[in-house]
């Protein structure tokens, strides 16, 4: 069963909120770990109460349901861990981007959660925005790791712009981002050839 | 009629033995007419004796929302939490209110024995916390874990499957009752 039907259920009030937390623990992974944060995202409640049940989660806690024990996987308890440290670093919240496969366009400024990940084809940095039109939903992106320098701030011409055009070359798959180390022209909105794509 | 509650029993694979927590009036024997509706066997349920509040609501449990080996379920406890009576409700109904939500095994349905063998169990344990909760506004979830899971002798699962062990064989009594007046 995936996230959404699981919050159909639960919205539904066939499960309580802690039914549903035990099932997204047997489904969390390093792998789901970003679709279940932005699920729950569009759900202050939900996502604040998961914060405990995260952390029991990396410390192996017992659950009981239907008189059976069980116990988080160790892919459970290693997306834990990385999920508590994503919400341990609020300084990694910096400026980014824009989806170009989405009829959201993402402002200058709109903020982004950086994810530090690993996968198969070796580290990347998955991002996680809100989107500016409604604070509730959100969209993950996945961008190599030389897309993006999380230590500096956007330059102050890109700060200007509202938007940054995406350039259908530099949009090779699904997502880019601006990658803020390299100089653009000021008041220039064409898209800087910095624009990385995944 | 065969004993069957064989499609009941056959379907879910009982659970660990030995640990004097499972019901011991298995197999449980299946209607001849077939299954019950949920509402049918709530009706079954209630004319048998069995209080059913009005804060708690049933289902058929959608497919992936059992354990394996599981009649039902209405909750989930993380030993590490600590629980208020509100955290075994579900989100507010239609009209508002909020319930204990109990998900069946379909194959309950399909024999009389099971829906009042599993219906007493799960409402025997809910009535047991219920009343914990009157006494005190938090309980740790270890606690509650200790209560409800099988393997601890004499806690509130054990003592849930005693009474539906009761309820089944009064109503197995019966039966047997009014099949020998039809013969006599």
């Not at chain 2, 509650?144 to 806690?155: P, S």
Request: proline share 5%; net charge negative; charged share 30%.
């Amino acid at each position: 069963m995936n996230v959404d039907e699981l919050l159909s259920h639960y919205e539904r009030g066939v499960m309580t909120r802690d039914e549903l937390f035990g099932y997204l623990t047997e489904i969390l992974s390093l792998d789901e770990l970003v679709v279940i944060r932005v699920a729950l995202a569009a759900r202050d409640d939900l996502e604040n109460a998961f914060r405990p049940w995260i952390e029991s989660v990396e410390r192996g806690a017992e659950t009981v349901a239907a008189g059976q024990s069980k116990w988080p996987s160790a892919e459970a308890r290693k997306a834990a861990r990385a999920w508590r440290q994503i919400e341990s670093a609020p300084g990694r919240f910096k400026r980014v981007v824009r989806h170009p496969t989405s009829a959201t366009e993402y402002p200058i400024g709109t903020e982004a959660l950086l994810l530090e990940m690993r996968n198969a084809e070796g580290t990347r940095w998955l991002v996680e925005v809100r989107d500016p039109e409604n604070a509730g939903r959100c969209q993950h992106l996945e961008l190599p790791l030389e897309a993006i320098d999380v230590t500096r701030p956007l330059s102050a011409d890109m700060e200007a712009a509202d938007h940054i055009p995406v350039d259908a070359d530099h949009s090779l798959g699904a997502d880019v981002a601006l990658r803020p180390k390299v100089s653009t022209t000021p008041g220039s909105r064409e898209l800087p050839r910095t624009l990385a794509a995944a | 009629m065969d004993g069957v509650g064989g499609d009941v029993n056959d379907e879910l694979e009982q659970p660990t033995e030995g640990t004097a927590q499972d019901p011991r009036t298995l197999p449980w024997r299946a209607n001849a007419g077939g299954a019950r509706t949920l509402d049918a066997a709530i009706a079954f349920a209630r004319a048998r004796g069995i209080d059913i509040p009005d804060d708690v609501r049933f289902f058929v449990a959608p497919d992936g929302l059992l354990p394996t080996n599981a009649y039902a379920k209405y909750c989930e406890v993380n030993s590490h939490k600590s629980y208020s009576w509100e955290d075994f409700l579900g989100r507010p109904d239609r009209d508002g209110n909020r319930r204990v939500p109990i998900k069946v095994h379909a194959s309950v349905l399909e024999s009389d024995e099971a829906i009042v063998a599993v219906l007493a169990h799960e409402l025997f344990e809910i009535q047991a916390l219920r009343e914990l909760f009157d006494d005190q506004q938090g309980i740790e979830g270890i606690t509650i874990c200790r209560l409800i899971c099988t393997g601890v002798k004499g806690n509130l699962h054990d003592r849930a499957w005693d009474r539906a062990d009761e309820l089944v064989t009064a109503l197995r009594s019966e039966r047997k009752e009014e099949a020998g007046d039809e013969r006599g």
